[in-house]
């Protein structure tokens, strides 16, 4: 099994540019999640989804879409880039609701 | 957004020595993880912990859901060179889906 995983490892975006972050999981967990890790902050969750075609806000949404159309697929959307943006990005994945998650190797981002 | 409180933030050891670290909140959880983090990487589940007062080990590792349910502990024995790492600790309320992350415990081992 890959477990979860997050492509790009590693991205350069400038102001205003669009891109979107993917995820995939193997291991037909329901529950997925986005987060992004600043230095001094710890993780802050960003988006979660309990199912296919069931998404919600976490503590810091704004900026980004998501949507579950698989199981297995979780993308992540920047709309229109910007410096605040610039972090690390896990993808987590758990079989049920309050279970350990299973993350991905994260994807660095910079927006100039 | 919620705020769990790790401590210590940094820890500078010698190999061998225990480690003793804690998260705490001001709500209640019903839900304790505990993770590690090594450089370049996505922190990996060390110990999930589901009732107040529970005592759970993985090896040299021992974690404790705190009796208030505000706060939990890990505690590392023994330690070794590939310890070194960040712990996080995570609690989830009992309403909703959502964890939240504490802010990590920086740990340095000196051979």
């Known amino acids: 099994n890959a477990g979860v995983t997050q492509t790009p490892k590693f991205q350069v975006l400038k102001t205003g540019q669009s891109m979107t972050l993917q995820c995939a999981q193997d291991m037909n967990h329901e529950y997925m999640s986005w987060y992004r890790q600043d230095p001094g902050m710890g993780l802050r969750l960003i988006h979660y989804s309990v199912g296919a075609g069931i998404t919600d806000q976490g503590e810091v949404p704004n900026g980004y879409n998501v949507s579950r159309s698989t199981t297995e697929d979780f993308p992540l959307r920047l709309l229109s880039a910007a410096p605040s943006q610039t972090s690390v990005y896990f993808c987590?994945?758990?079989?049920?609701?309050?279970?350990?998650?299973?993350f991905g190797s994260g994807t660095r981002l910079t927006v100039v | 957004g919620q705020q769990l409180n790790q401590s210590p933030q940094s820890m500078f050891i010698q190999e061998g020595e225990d480690v003793s670290m804690n998260c705490t909140s001001s709500s209640i959880f019903n839900t304790w993880l505990w993770y590690k983090q090594d450089p370049g990487e996505g922190p990996v589940l060390l110990i999930a912990l589901y009732k107040a007062g529970e005592l759970t080990s993985n090896g040299r590792l021992t974690a404790q859901f705190g009796i208030t349910r505000k706060d939990s502990f890990l505690n590392i024995s023994a330690s070794i060179p590939s310890d070194v790492g960040i712990y996080f600790c995570a609690g989830q309320r009992n309403t909703g889906n959502q964890f939240y992350f504490g802010t990590g415990t920086s740990l340095t081992v000196i051979p």
């Open positions: 987590a994945s758990s079989y049920r609701v309050g279970g350990g998650y299973t």
